[in-house]
């Protein structure tokens, strides 16, 4: 039976009688208290009685007698009450320590005193500012009292909470799926986005649990390549022993979501010494699309969705890489007269036509084979492993790709090309090399007439590097040592020279005298054929006012190229260049190409109007050599018609009489307009007879007199003129024609 005792507060205690304490320290030996629990009824005895039981373990033990005095203390229980057992022994524990009046430790205590059964609890010592863990066992012949300092544990746990509290927070706070894991591997917590936003995780992955795998998790969205790469680099972090000892793990995989197929940048972190991890899945799906949609644009063609040249030379190049294979060849194709389509219908039709033609030489070529657009009306296709009679054979193959006309809305439009095919050689490993080597034979394509094909020879190359120094040279000091020959231009009524043309020449430094079918073509192809005419028509113009100052009135004629004519600058070109020289505009005459005018008629009659309204002739260049009507020239205001050389020279082919009967048709139809006739190409006394009878107007050619500098030129005229100025009299009659040259 209990029996109650008072403390100094008033509190009762049961007595406890040293038999049941030590049973009650006996049955609390779990856990933690194993040590404590290991003692025998009747253990617990005033010291000095015998050696003491409990003297080594580490957790305070006390017991309290009947009337709650203090009748036995450990030493762990000296050192953590802060007195000796002799000071303790004997008192009352409410008047040894006033603060336990009140408190939970008392308040537990009065709850085993009412129902007789043991509590664990713990406590926090105002006097001392720390926490115990404390155990009291009623006894009939006393209690005892069990406890130990867990202030340093119990501060840990409480920031390792508050940090678990911060970490969680910062995980649900972040955008992008995210799980924390422990050191087994085992989901620990995820935040929102993880749990919610599945269409943003690898398809299966969800739904997870707490406590499950995550690498097992994982396994159920990736398949098994890209999963032994997760493991292969997150199980170094879970164990500690990832390289480098950075505490993290970061990794790109490519993975089927439930939206289609996604992309996700992983990082793994340890966030703690337990080893726990933090792994974030980024979902970079639009960054790599958009990369990848980037990187597919800066490889293939807008318009036509072919590959470009960069993309064209990369496979090229990875074609002739491989040793002991035939790498193939490379066709490249320039669409006919595309520039005069493009500038007629416009540049909507143009890009039409250009996306077709892309998709007819795709469905023409071999299986494996590409079709790539360099820019412009420029195709190019790389064949595999091909000879050059079977590369041959595909461009052959190719032409028959034009045989029917595009279609651009209700337009109807026929095309054709000029191919040039290069072959890899053993010497040849180098795609640019082999680019430039189908280029230069596309170009001799070109130059040989439409619709043709050539193959590529080593003596192109030359000429394709000639090519590229023009161009290069043009580009820069070559204006300077252009220089300009005069041929003159005769009356056949009455052999007297009338003008002259102008013919530019290049004086290379050293190559010498160039004549203007070695370079002009290319300055035409490049564009700087618009300054070598500007600067052309300033120079003319301004020896042609000397001329007349000097009182040698010449009129002058300059050649105005197709794209010069096209060019906006044209007009305004001619105007400052009369207005410098101060020659009067009747004095200048453009002499145009028939081709340029009938590329698009509207428009040519409205830049030649704007030059008659200045006063400017303009002449019809190289006549019969084009593909335009007599109609549509006539119907142009032009004040002169130039017969090409090849009408000429057929009298020496044909009967004269046919001959005479054309010439007389063009020069009668001519003269019916107003329009005033040049014949050119005069080398002999039969030319000569054949124009006059004709009834041309004018004439040119080496009979009459070769092109020579402006000094010579001046010399030539007053010779001709101290021996009666009629050249046409002269070279009839067999006379000596002062030498040109």
């Known amino acids: 039976m209990l029996r109650t005792v008072t403390l100094g507060s008033g509190s009762r205690l049961p007595g406890i009688s040293p038999e049941g304490a030590g049973a009650r320290v006996r049955r609390c030996g779990q856990d933690e208290w194993t040590r404590a629990g290991s003692v025998q009824p009747g253990d617990v005895r005033p010291p000095g009685s015998r050696p003491d039981p409990l003297g080594g373990v580490p957790d305070a033990v006390y017991r309290l007698d009947p009337s709650?005095?203090?009748?036995?203390?450990?030493?762990?229980?000296?050192?953590?009450?802060?007195?000796?057992?002799?000071?303790?022994?004997?008192?009352?524990?409410?008047?040894?320590?006033?603060?336990?009046?009140?408190?939970?430790?008392?308040?537990?205590?009065?709850?085993?005193?009412?129902?007789?059964?043991?509590?664990e609890f713990q406590f926090f010592y105002e006097p001392v500012g720390r926490w115990f863990e404390v155990?009291?066992?009623?006894?009939?012949?006393?209690?005892?009292?069990?406890?130990?300092?867990?202030?340093?544990?119990?501060?840990?746990?409480?920031?390792?909470?508050?940090?678990?509290?911060?970490?969680?927070?910062v995980l649900e706070a972040l955008p992008s799926p995210t799980v924390l894991v422990g050191r087994d591997g085992r989901i620990l917590s995820t935040n929102r986005a993880w749990s919610s936003n599945a269409a943003a995780l690898p398809d299966q992955v969800l739904p997870s649990r707490l406590g499950e795998d995550y690498l097992m998790v994982m396994s159920r969205g990736l398949d098994p390549k890209t999963h032994a790469e997760l493991v292969a680099g997150l199980e170094p972090l879970l164990a500690g022993t990832e390289p480098g000892g950075d505490g993290t793990f970061q990794w790109d995989y490519s993975?089927?979501?439930?939206?289609?197929?996604?992309?996700?940048?992983?990082?793994?972190?340890?966030?703690?010494?337990?080893?726990?991890?933090?792994?974030?899945?980024?979902?970079?799906?639009?960054?790599?699309?958009?990369?990848?949609?980037?990187?597919?644009?800066?490889?293939?063609?807008?318009?036509?969705?072919?590959?470009?040249?960069?993309?064209?030379?990369?496979?090229?190049?990875?074609?002739?890489?491989?040793?002991?294979?035939?790498?193939?060849?490379?066709?490249?194709?320039?669409?006919?007269?595309?520039?005069?389509?493009?500038?007629?219908?416009?540049?909507?039709?143009?890009?039409?036509?250009?996306r077709q033609v892309g998709g007819r030489l795709s469905q023409e070529i071999r299986p494996?084979?590409?079709?790539?657009?360099?820019?412009?009306?420029?195709?190019?296709?790389l064949a595999h492993g091909c000879d050059a009679s079977e590369a041959a054979a595909l461009a052959f193959r190719l032409q028959t790709v034009f045989a029917q006309p595009f279609s651009a809305g209700e337009i109807s439009v026929p095309l054709s090309a000029s191919i040039g095919v290069a072959v890899a050689r053993s010497d040849v490993r180098d795609a640019h090399h082999l680019l430039s080597d189908a280029d230069a034979a596309m170009f001799a394509a070109k130059s040989s007439g439409r619709d043709r094909v050539h193959l590529f020879s080593p003596s192109l190359r030359e000429a394709a590097r000639w090519r590229l120094e023009v161009a290069t040279k043009l580009r820069g000091d070559a204006i300077d040592q252009l220089v300009v020959h005069y041929q003159p231009v005769v009356r056949l009524d009455t052999g007297q020279i009338?003008?002259?043309?102008?013919?530019?020449?290049?004086?290379?430094?050293?190559?010498?005298?160039?004549?203007?079918?070695?370079?002009?073509?290319?300055?035409?192809?490049?564009?700087?054929?618009?300054?070598?005419?500007?600067?052309?028509?300033?120079?003319?113009?301004?020896?042609?006012?000397?001329?007349?100052?000097?009182?040698?009135a010449l009129r002058m004629s300059v050649n105005v190229s197709a794209r010069h004519f096209s060019a906006e600058t044209l007009v305004r070109d001619v105007r400052v260049a009369l207005q410098q020289s101060g020659l009067p505009a009747d004095q200048l005459v453009l002499e145009l190409t028939e081709t340029s005018v009938a590329e698009d008629p509207t428009r040519a009659e409205d830049q030649l109007a704007v030059l008659r309204r200045f006063g400017v002739r303009v002449a019809i260049d190289d006549f019969g050599t084009g593909w335009s009507s007599l109609a549509q020239l006539f119907s142009l205001p032009i004040g002169t018609l130039k017969i090409d050389r090849s009408l000429i020279a057929a009298a020496e082919r044909v009967s004269v009489g046919d001959t005479g009967a054309v010439l007389a048709a063009i020069v009668g139809l001519t003269r019916t307009l107003g329009i005033r006739s040049v014949a050119e190409g005069i080398e002999t006394?039969?030319?000569?007879?054949?124009?006059?009878?004709?009834?041309?107007?004018?004439?040119?050619?080496?009979?009459?007199?070769?092109?020579?500098?402006?000094?010579?030129?001046?010399?030539?005229?007053?010779?001709?003129?101290?021996?009666?100025?009629?050249?046409?009299?002269?070279?009839?009659?067999?006379?000596?024609?002062?030498?040109?040259?």
């Not at 500038?343 to 909507?348: A, E, M, P, T, V």
């Open 135 to 169: 155990r009291i066992f009623p006894d009939p012949s006393g209690a005892v009292v069990l406890f130990r300092d867990i202030d340093l544990r119990r501060r840990s746990d409480e920031e390792r909470d508050a940090q678990v509290r911060q970490l969680t927070a």
């Open 685 to 741: 006394p039969e030319h000569l007879r054949l124009v006059r009878e004709a009834g041309c107007d004018l004439a040119q050619g080496w009979l009459l007199g070769h092109p020579m500098p402006a000094d010579r030129l001046r010399e030539w005229v007053r010779e001709v003129q101290r021996q009666g100025g009629d050249l046409c009299a002269m070279a009839v009659s067999g006379g000596a024609v002062p030498a040109s040259r």
């Open 498 to 552: 009338e003008g002259v043309e102008a013919l530019v020449r290049w004086q290379h430094p050293e190559r010498g005298l160039l004549s203007p079918d070695t370079f002009l073509s290319v300055a035409e192809e490049t564009g700087q054929i618009i300054p070598i005419t500007r600067w052309l028509l300033r120079e003319t113009t301004r020896r042609a006012a000397e001329w007349a100052a000097d009182g040698m």
């Open 68 to 119: 709650g005095r203090f009748t036995y203390l450990n030493p762990a229980a000296e050192r953590l009450l802060g007195h000796r057992a002799a000071e303790l022994l004997g008192r009352n524990a409410g008047d040894a320590f006033p603060a336990l009046r009140g408190s939970l430790a008392e308040e537990q205590y009065r709850k085993v005193l009412d129902d007789g059964r043991s509590r």
């Open 368 to 381: 494996g084979d590409t079709v790539a657009r360099l820019g412009g009306d420029q195709f190019v296709v």
């Open 255 to 354: 993975c089927q979501m439930l939206a289609g197929q996604g992309w996700f940048h992983l990082h793994a972190t340890r966030v703690d010494a337990a080893g726990r991890v933090v792994i974030t899945h980024l979902d970079v799906t639009e960054q790599v699309r958009a990369r990848e949609e980037l990187v597919w644009k800066v490889r293939h063609d807008d318009l036509t969705g072919l590959p470009n040249r960069a993309r064209l030379l990369e496979l090229a190049g990875e074609a002739l890489a491989v040793p002991g294979r035939i790498a193939g060849a490379l066709l490249m194709l320039d669409l006919d007269g595309f520039k005069t389509i493009n500038d007629s219908l416009g540049h909507q039709i143009g890009d039409e036509l250009l």
